[in-house]
């Protein structure tokens, strides 16, 4: 027979994360408390419901998969049953490709729970073998999952290597001693051929390697061949390399639908604490959010949460969450959550020797998403004024200060400097007195007092495009026009005045010549 | 003293400039200018960083103004500012004329606590209902808030001007804050007084708090009265400007409203123009300095003389 005498190959190094049950591990990244404790996950709900996945501590006291709930809870009554939650272990898979695309650049997805990644040229980055099992380890412990770790020289050997369980790595050139070793369950044979091999005294590869390949094919069939094969070293092909995921999405079902926003929180929380371990894993920060909730009676709800500043603090971006659902709260109960966040990169900085020192970009991000959610989005940022011939009009952009400073003004040496204005927001409006069209007294709710001096008026007047539906707004915000006055068909039109009162302010006063009615809208300080 | 000093050899030990010694975090010396000369020979270069600095007065006393010099002058030397503005009141067309950059200045506001002669009073129910229209929950479902006391009350609304201010503080990196109380009456807390001075110690941010009279007590290393002595109205003679000419269109852009052509009816005669306000400051406390000294400046509308449309003003008139 002829057969190849070594695995082939030679400096190709392929590592395999494998999620033996991505069920289990996706439900305890999920609920953390579960690590430990006897639990079960069911196909379906009720009590005939057949049990799908059996977590270590169930399997000891003797409960199996395939048992019904009502089964299982009878051999352990304080056995907790799930539901089989598909969302969960879609994210969890998502996951553990977060956690080898942070490793390499070269990722395969072996399917749902199993990872392939290229370790070709990472030793400089890592280190020797050792260390990058260690690192692997710790980002998964990150991501709040366990997995097996198989390092080897092709893809079979590796992902054999990681379904020993534990981390293993296999040297170059010893990867034929390895696989001679491998008991035969672990190949996940069909129960049939498994029966058959035992029943001849073969237990592990090694044993069936002896045999001769086209006496076995004959006998047994092609899927022998195959194992023939994988033992010679001629399978296992290269890596197909995926494009790094982009999407950032954490989803789960829940068992009864949620109709208030204290529990809600809670599991947004959760949602959110994983989607930032995924992302702190690959260097990126959280940007917008997208919630995507599917409602009782087949409703849904998706509202986007802008995100002044990309961070990275969960406290801060459930704030601006919850902020939302609470301003506009989901009509029903909530029945399934998708979140998604725009992963955006840190800002990059670079600090100049000879300006002054400013905010580090990513405790400046923080602040200010812990701000947004202090204050709300709309009243952190930068307050600029608005492109209109509104005196008082003004627009909020992101903060976001330029890195180079304009060169600094000539100082000034004389006694004066610009007055500024005190904006009142609304403008309020008052009673003026006039005589012979001169104000002589204004008169508000917190306003009395004579006029001393008084100049104007100044006319302002515009946005006569205005459509009569924004122009009844204005004047129902109390400051606008007022179309069925003064032929004018929207817009507004102001006649301002400064005045000096008794009171000892000076005041922007204007008086709105559609509604003849008078304003204050500033104080001058 | 030179007795004081180490000696090694020969030769004492001279501690290097820039070093300083004790629990001191920020320099006493290091001070932010309001690049107005009065000012800033009164208060010995400017009001120090790392320390709170009060400016207090009634309405139209000059205060916003000053705040805007020092703005002004922190960020056009390139450095950040932060404006916690409690009242709303924060002007940007005319906080940048007065030569703020305002791409560098972070504003915040925390909520209306009720600033201002204008709005209702802080208790009212009026005043509540204002405040968290836009939280109101509606529907049966969710009737739970999850943030209860948020804006509901003036006294939330200052909790989060305080928290707003710490959070800036503890980013660093900042060269200004300031706390705008507007005409807000609240008490501050000793506690709360303290922990804003050490932050500020920590952090070397120059805190200036404006308000309507002194808060922070023997916590604010400086208070600064400022008193409006005399407010200036002239009178000058109007005269057509020209729609196509820049002068025109840079008067009908700028934030103080000016006269436009459909408002010279009177071409020709004489009108009231209001140009700025003269304002006298004291210094009411000092732990780095003198007390007592008092300074005087204006603050006017435009410090390059009347509107470009105006001839030469006959005369200045004090109300």
Redesign the interface.
Do not use: Y
């Given at each position: 027979m002829a057969r190849a005498e070594s695995i082939p190959v030679a400096g190709c190094r392929i590592a395999c994360l494998l999620v033996k049950d991505l069920p289990l591990a996706a439900t305890v990244r999920a609920n953390p408390e579960l690590r430990q404790a006897s639990f079960a996950l069911s196909i379906g709900k009720g009590p005939r419901a057949p049990l799908g996945c059996v977590s270590a501590a169930a399997r000891s006291v003797g409960i199996v998969p395939g048992m019904t709930v009502a089964q299982a809870r009878a051999v352990a009554p304080d056995l907790a049953v799930l539901a089989r939650n598909p969302a969960l272990e879609q994210a969890a898979a998502d996951a553990l490709l977060d956690v080898a695309e942070s490793f390499s650049p070269v990722v395969e997805d072996g399917g749902p729970g199993r990872v392939y990644l290229d370790l070709a040229g990472l030793g400089g980055l890592y280190g020797g073998e050792e260390e990058m099992v260690a690192e692997l380890l710790r980002r998964l412990r990150q991501i709040g999952m366990e997995a097996g770790i198989g390092i080897a020289a092709n893809k079979d050997i590796a992902y054999l290597a990681a379904r020993c369980g534990g981390t293993r790595v296999i040297d170059a050139g010893r990867e034929r001693e390895f696989l001679h070793w491998v008991p035969l369950e672990l190949l996940g044979l069909e129960p049939e051929v498994e029966l058959q091999l035992e029943r001849l005294g073969i237990r592990r590869l090694g044993d069936l390697a002896r045999l001769d390949a086209r006496e076995l094919g004959s006998r047994m069939g092609a899927g022998a061949v195959e194992i023939i094969r994988l033992v010679s070293g001629q399978t296992g092909g290269p890596l197909i390399a995926r494009r790094p995921g982009e999407a950032f999405v954490e989803k789960t079902a829940l068992e009864y639908a949620i109709e208030r926003l204290e529990p809600l929180g809670f599991i947004l929380r959760g949602m959110l604490e994983r989607l930032v371990a995924r992302l702190k894993l690959r260097g990126l920060t959280a940007g917008d959010l997208t919630l995507s909730l599917e409602l009782a009676g087949h409703r849904r709800d998706e509202r986007r949460v802008s995100v002044a500043a990309a961070t990275n603090e969960v406290r801060s971006l459930l704030t601006l969450l919850l902020l939302d659902l609470e301003k506009a709260p989901p009509p029903d109960g909530v029945e399934a959550i998708a979140l998604s966040v725009q992963a955006r990169a840190p800002r990059p900085s670079q600090s100049d020797m000879f300006v002054p020192p400013a905010p580090a970009p990513e405790r400046l991000q923080t602040t200010l998403a812990r701000l947004a959610a202090l204050c709300g989005p709309d009243h952190v940022g930068t307050l600029l004024p608005a492109n209109s011939h509104r005196p008082d009009a003004t627009c909020r952009v992101d903060f976001a200060p330029p890195a180079k400073a304009n060169p600094p003004p000539e100082p000034n040496g004389h006694a004066v400097n610009r007055i500024v204005l005190r904006a009142i927001r609304p403008a309020q409006e008052v009673e003026v007195m006039s005589s012979r069209g001169v104000p002589e007294f204004v008169r508000g709710r917190r306003i009395s007092a004579r006029v001393v001096s008084i100049a104007g008026p100044w006319r302002r007047q515009g946005e006569w495009w205005k459509t009569a539906l924004e122009a009844g707004q204005d004047a129902a915000n109390g400051a606008g026009a007022d179309v069925s006055q003064g032929g004018l068909r929207g817009g507004f039109a102001h006649d301002y005045y400064e005045m000096a009162l008794d009171d000892g302010g000076v005041y922007r006063v204007f008086r709105d010549l559609h509604t003849d009615r008078w304003f204050v809208d500033g104080i001058y300080d | 003293m030179a007795a004081a000093l180490p000696v090694v050899g020969s030769v004492p030990l001279v501690a290097p400039p820039g070093v300083f010694k004790g629990r001191e975090l920020t320099r006493k010396d290091r001070r932010l200018s309001?690049?107005?000369?009065?000012l800033d020979a009164l208060l010995e270069g400017g009001i120090p960083r790392g320390r709170i600095s009060e400016i207090v007065g009634?309405?139209?006393?000059?205060?916003?103004?000053?705040?805007?010099?020092f703005i002004s002058s922190a960020t056009?030397?390139?450095?950040?500012a932060a404006v916690i503005d409690l009242?709303?009141?924060?002007?940007?067309?005319?906080?940048?004329?007065?030569?703020v950059?305002?791409?560098?200045?972070?504003?915040?506001?925390?909520?209306n606590a009720g600033e201002?002669?204008?709005?209702?009073?802080p208790h009212s129910v009026a005043g509540e209902g204002e405040g968290s229209d836009?939280?109101q929950?509606?529907?049966q479902?969710?009737?739970?808030?999850?943030?209860p006391n948020r804006?509901r009350s003036p006294s939330g609304a200052v909790r989060?001007f305080l928290?707003?201010a710490e959070?800036?503080l503890?980013?660093?990196?900042?060269?200004l804050l300031v706390m705008d109380c507007?005409e807000s009456t609240f008490s501050l807390a000793q506690s709360s007084a303290l922990r804003l001075a050490r932050m500020a110690e920590r952090s070397g941010t120059a805190v200036l708090l404006l308000a309507a009279r002194p808060l922070c007590g023997t916590f604010a290393a400086m208070s600064l009265e400022l008193t409006?002595a005399r407010?200036i109205?002239s009178r000058a003679r109007f005269v057509r400007p020209d729609p196509k000419s820049k002068s025109y269109l840079k008067c009908?852009?700028q934030?103080?409203?000016?006269?436009?052509p459909?408002?010279i009816a009177e071409e020709g005669t004489d009108?009231?123009?209001?140009e700025?306000?003269e304002i006298r400051a004291t210094i009411r406390r000092n732990k780095l300095g003198r007390c007592g000294l008092s300074a005087?400046?204006?603050?006017?509308?435009?410090?390059a003389g009347p509107a470009l449309h105006l001839q030469a003003p006959k005369a200045i008139?004090i109300?």
């Open positions: - | 309001a690049a107005l000369a009065p009634r309405r139209s006393c000059g205060k916003t103004s000053l705040a805007a010099a056009c030397r390139g450095e950040v009242a709303n009141a924060f002007d940007p067309a005319t906080m940048a004329e007065a030569g950059e305002l791409s560098r200045v972070l504003w915040v506001n925390p909520g201002s002669f204008l709005s209702p009073p836009a939280l929950v509606t529907h479902l969710f009737q739970t808030p999850a943030f804006h989060s928290r707003a959070m800036v503890e980013a660093g990196g900042f060269g507007g409006p407010t109205f009908i852009r934030p103080h409203p000016r006269p436009l459909q408002l009108k009231a123009l209001f700025g306000i005087r400046w204006r603050s006017m509308v435009s410090i008139r109300a």
